[in-house]
C-alpha cells in the first residue's frame, strides 16, 4: 500500500547510555528527516532530579522525548514541560523489561496494566497538543497471545486517544532474562505487528527490533507506517547517510564520513568551551568507519587519545587521517 511521507517512516531508537543529546546531534549531521528519541528518562529524574533532563540542541529537530513512569499526573507534568522545552513529541516507555524499570513500575510490565496506561496518554494528552505516543512489547512473560496484544492497543486506543504505537517485535521476560537478553533471545514477531496495522488501519503503527538495513526498513514499509532501527543505527551510524534519500525521497546529496567528521568540529568546539568532555562526544562516533578499511586505526586512535586531559577536535582530524584517502574522498 502507498505510504505517506512522514516523520515516523523512520526513527532511531531510544536507548538508555547511547542516544544522549551529542549521539542525536551526530545523527541528525547525516539524516535530516529521521525522528529522533532521547534516552528514556524518568518523571521521578525529571520533577526531582538536580540536573536539566531536558536539554537538547535545535539541531535535533524533529525529536521525541521518551518518558518512563506511570503516575498519570507526574507523566502530565513532565509532558508540559516537554512541550515547552519544544519537544515535538512525547513517547510513553512501555517496553523496558529491566528490574530496576519494573520496581518503579514503568516499562514493560505496564502492559499488564492497560488502563492505567490509558489514563497516563490521557493525562498528558489534555495538557499538550504535540503527539503522544506509546513503545511497547508485543507480549510479557506467558501473557503473550495477540488477543493479549490487542486488548492492550485497543484500550489504550478507546481509553486514552492514543493513535500512534511503536510495536517492539519480541515479548518480554520480566523474569529471568536481562535488558540485553531481552533484546536478543526472545524470537522475533513482525507478523503481530503487521496484523495490527490490518486490524486497526486508523492507527500509526511503526515496528522496531532487529531492523539492521535500509532493505529491511523498506520490507516492513509495504506493511506499516513506520521502522525504528535501534542498535545498528548506533553501533553502525554511517546506514543513515542514505536514510533521506532512499526513504524519504530527498535529492539532498548523500553526506561523505570527512564531512561528517568536519561537521562535528565546530559543535565539539562549542561543547568544550562549555565543560564537556571530547571522550563523551567522541564514543558516539566511534562506529563510522565500520566495515571499511582503516576503521579499527580511527577507533583505536579515539578510544586512546578522546579521553586526555586538553583533548579536543584535533584528535579526530589525527583519526580521521590513519583512514585511505579511498575511504576518506
Not at 503527539?131 to 497471545?145: A, F, H, L, N, Y
Not at 535501534?230 to 526513504?247: C, F, K, M, S, T
Request: proline content about 5%; glycine content about 6%; overall charge negative.
Amino acid at each position: 500500500m502507498s505510504q505517506p511521507i512522514s516523520r515516523y517512516r523512520f526513527s532511531i531508537a531510544p536507548m538508555l547510555d547511547w542516544t544522549d543529546r551529542h549521539c542525536r546531534y551526530f545523527h541528525r549531521l547525516m539524516t535530516q528527516q529521521t525522528l529522533l528519541f532521547t534516552e528514556m528518562v524518568t518523571t521521578g529524574a525529571i520533577i526531582h532530579g538536580k540536573g536539566d533532563y531536558l536539554a537538547f540542541n535545535e539541531a535535533e529537530h524533529p525529536v521525541a522525548l521518551q518518558l518512563g513512569g506511570s503516575n498519570p499526573a507526574d507523566l502530565a507534568t513532565c509532558a508540559k514541560l516537554a512541550q515547552e522545552r519544544g519537544y515535538d513529541e512525547v513517547n510513553l516507555n512501555v517496553g523496558c523489561p529491566s528490574d530496576r524499570v519494573q520496581n518503579g513500575k514503568f516499562g514493560a510490565c505496564l502492559m499488564a496494566e492497560p488502563q492505567l496506561v490509558a489514563e497516563c496518554v490521557a493525562a498528558m494528552k489534555a495538557v499538550v497538543d504535540i503527539p503522544v505516543t506509546v513503545k511497547t512489547r508485543i507480549g510479557i512473560d506467558e501473557q503473550d497471545s495477540y488477543p493479549f496484544l490487542t486488548d492492550f492497543i485497543r484500550t489504550v486506543k478507546e481509553q486514552g486517544g492514543c493513535d500512534h504505537f511503536t510495536i517492539h517485535a519480541r515479548k518480554a521476560w520480566l523474569q529471568g532474562l536481562s535488558p540485553k537478553e531481552n533484546r536478543e533471545i526472545p524470537e522475533l514477531d513482525y507478523s503481530r505487528a503487521y496484523q495490527l496495522k490490518a486490524d486497526f488501519p486508523e492507527l500509526t503503527i511503526a515496528v522496531n527490533g532487529g531492523v539492521t538495513s535500509l532493505e529491511q526498513t523498506k520490507e516492513h514499509l509495504q506493511y506499516l507506517d513506520g521502522v525504528m532501527m535501534g542498535r545498528e543505527a548506533y553501533q553502525n551510524p554511517y546506514i543513515l547517510a542514505e536514510v533521506d534519500q532512499q526513504l524519504f525521497a530527498s535529492d539532498r546529496p548523500v553526506i561523505t564520513r570527512r564531512q561528517v567528521v568536519e561537521a562535528m568540529l565546530p559543535y565539539i568546539e562549542q561543547q568544550l568551551s562549555q565543560g564537556s568532555y571530547l571522550s563523551h562526544i567522541s564514543r558516539h562516533m566511534l562506529g563510522l568507519y565500520q566495515n571499511m578499511p582503516g576503521a579499527r586505526q580511527w577507533r583505536r586512535y579515539i578510544s586512546e587519545n578522546a579521553h586526555k586531559a586538553g583533548s579536543g577536535p584535533e584528535v579526530l582530524l589525527t583519526a580521521m587521517a590513519k583512514v585511505p584517502d579511498e575511504v576518506n574522498p
